[in-house]
């Protein structure tokens, strides 16, 4: 056996080992897809939220009604993207799967998902006793941070790029923190652009070989 052979053995049991300990199977496609209903979720709440302001002027004043059905369609919204982004996150990740010829649902990925709930969990109550006691107004940067947290927790299990992501995204959430009424513009740089950024790069870097 010369070097090259050498070589290519030592490649071929570093990816076997990369396989069975990281879940190597999230497509770039999904996290653009991801930023796009993000953004496209964020005008949509812009919208709402100039509706529910010219209300406001026409009435010369606040209604509680009005806010809570504002407060209700946001939060709406907000399950409607979360689910969008995640079908075509599963879709996308499916095909790459098919692609690669691998196993979906093996340890590593139970060790991620199991690793990401944890943060998002807390995070959602979290966030669910902000609404509940009127601090809306930390919601979007709260968000931003316990997303963050929760990539940065499951990066170890699978791409490293992942960590750098969520890195990112936990300083959107905490420069928020300082600019507290403009949280839907923090929540489409973090939800939309950072994941349009994101996904491309890492297509580039993983997958497009596989699509030539």
């Not at 599963?90 to 690793?115: E, G, Q, Y």
């Given at each position: 056996m010369n070097?090259?052979?050498?070589?290519?053995?030592?490649?071929?049991?570093?990816?076997?080992?990369?396989?069975?300990?990281?879940?190597?199977?999230l497509s770039g496609l999904s996290g653009v897809c991801a930023g796009i209903c993000g953004l496209v979720g964020a005008y949509i709440a812009k919208l709402m939220f100039e509706a529910y302001y010219?209300?406001?002027?026409?009435?010369n004043g606040y209604n509680d009604a009005d806010f809570q059905s504002l407060k209700l369609n946001?939060?709406?919204?907000?399950?409607?993207?979360?689910?969008?982004?995640l079908g075509s996150g599963a879709f996308f990740t499916l095909r790459r799967v098919k692609r690669m010829k691998v196993s979906l649902w093996?340890?590593?990925?139970?060790?991620?998902?199991?690793?990401?709930?944890?943060?998002?969990?807390?995070?959602?109550?979290?966030?669910?006793?902000?609404?509940?006691?009127?601090?809306?107004?930390?919601?979007?940067p709260a968000s931003l941070v316990f997303y963050g947290l929760a990539l940065i927790n499951t990066s170890k299990y699978?791409?490293?790029?992942?960590?750098?992501?969520?890195?990112?995204?936990t300083a959107v959430g905490l420069i928020n923190l300082f600019f507290l009424r403009k949280g839907l513009y923090f929540w489409a740089l973090g939800f939309g652009l950072l994941h349009i950024v994101y996904g491309i790069l890492m297509w580039w870097k993983?997958?497009?070989k596989l699509s030539l």
């Amino acid at each position: 056996m010369n070097d090259q052979q050498h070589l290519e053995a030592i490649t071929d049991i570093k990816r076997i080992m990369e396989r069975s300990s990281r879940f190597i199977s999230l497509s770039g496609l999904s996290g653009v897809c991801a930023g796009i209903c993000g953004l496209v979720g964020a005008y949509i709440a812009k919208l709402m939220f100039e509706a529910y302001y010219d209300r406001w002027t026409q009435r010369n004043g606040y209604n509680d009604a009005d806010f809570q059905s504002l407060k209700l369609n946001l939060i709406l919204l907000g399950l409607g993207v979360l689910l969008a982004a995640l079908g075509s996150g599963a879709f996308f990740t499916l095909r790459r799967v098919k692609r690669m010829k691998v196993s979906l649902w093996d340890l590593s990925a139970r060790k991620l998902l199991i690793n990401m709930m944890i943060p998002l969990g807390v995070g959602g109550i979290f966030i669910a006793g902000l609404i509940y006691n009127h601090v809306d107004a930390l919601v979007a940067p709260a968000s931003l941070v316990f997303y963050g947290l929760a990539l940065i927790n499951t990066s170890k299990y699978t791409f490293s790029d992942v960590r750098y992501l969520g890195i990112c995204e936990t300083a959107v959430g905490l420069i928020n923190l300082f600019f507290l009424r403009k949280g839907l513009y923090f929540w489409a740089l973090g939800f939309g652009l950072l994941h349009i950024v994101y996904g491309i790069l890492m297509w580039w870097k993983y997958e497009r070989k596989l699509s030539l």
